[in-house]
């Protein structure tokens, strides 16, 4: 079993819509949480964190729940530029050690 | 200028050669780490290193070596190529609450 599981989509979705992806992990001793982002062919840089309280940055809003062990990120009125591949990141040991990367959920925004 | 950079970004080899790519910060940051990307497979770890002295194979260490020349450089090899190791690879180093990753290199093994 993947430690980090996501529906690769891709989701299209129109500008100015909302969408929210989920993401699964298995190990239930898992600490950090992040939301990264990756255009085609590029690197993937980071979105945001997720905390237990969940957090907003904008127009994004990350959540966790660890009694169903899944992270999700809510993107409200989606832009153009949204258009990436998102990457859901666990860390699974103490001093941050090991990030575990999910394969990616492409997101489309269309005009 | 980049952060982490990496050399080359583009390669095209064949089987049975020898590969070294690179990888160097100006980050200051002493963990450094080397993963491959496949589609469908997301990022997986090869090895990482915390310091010069102190280097760990990650989940698919097999077929690769590295080698960690000063805290700012850390160099993967493929002693033998062979066509499974077509991928992406990303040299990346850490932060407390980041990972920061160079541009990429595309292997392709023939």
């Known amino acids: 079993r993947k430690e980090v599981e996501q529906d690769p989509g891709p989701f299209n979705v129109p500008e100015g819509a909302t969408v929210a992806f989920n993401c699964t992990y298995s190990n239930s001793a898992s600490q950090s949480f992040f939301w990264y982002r990756q255009d085609c062919r590029k690197e993937p840089k980071l979105l945001m964190s997720?905390?237990?309280s969940g957090n907003e940055d904008g127009r994004f809003t990350a959540q966790l729940n660890r009694a169903s062990q899944y992270i999700s990120l809510l993107i409200r009125d989606s832009k153009l530029s949204d258009s990436a591949t998102y990457l859901c990141?666990?860390?699974?040991?103490?001093?941050?050690?090991?990030?575990?990367f999910g394969s990616g959920t492409k997101l489309n925004v269309k005009p | 200028d980049a952060d982490v950079t990496q050399t080359p970004r583009n390669r095209i080899t064949k089987t049975g050669k020898r590969i070294m790519l690179e990888c160097s910060q100006t980050?200051?940051?002493?963990?450094m780490y080397w993963y491959r990307q496949d589609p469908g497979l997301g990022l997986r770890l090869i090895y990482y290193s915390f310091d010069v002295k102190d280097i760990n194979k990650g989940e698919i260490s097999d077929g690769y070596s590295v080698s960690r020349q000063a805290q700012a450089k850390f160099s993967l090899s493929l002693e033998s190529a062979i066509p499974n190791q077509t991928a992406l690879y990303f040299c990346?180093?850490?932060?407390?609450?980041?990972?920061?990753f160079g541009p990429g290199t595309r292997l392709t093994v023939l």
């Open positions: 990141v666990v860390n699974v040991e103490y001093n941050f050690n090991k990030f575990y």
């Open positions: 980050k200051g940051h002493d963990r």
């Open positions: 997720v905390y237990s």
């Open positions: 990346a180093t850490r932060s407390v609450h980041e990972q920061f």
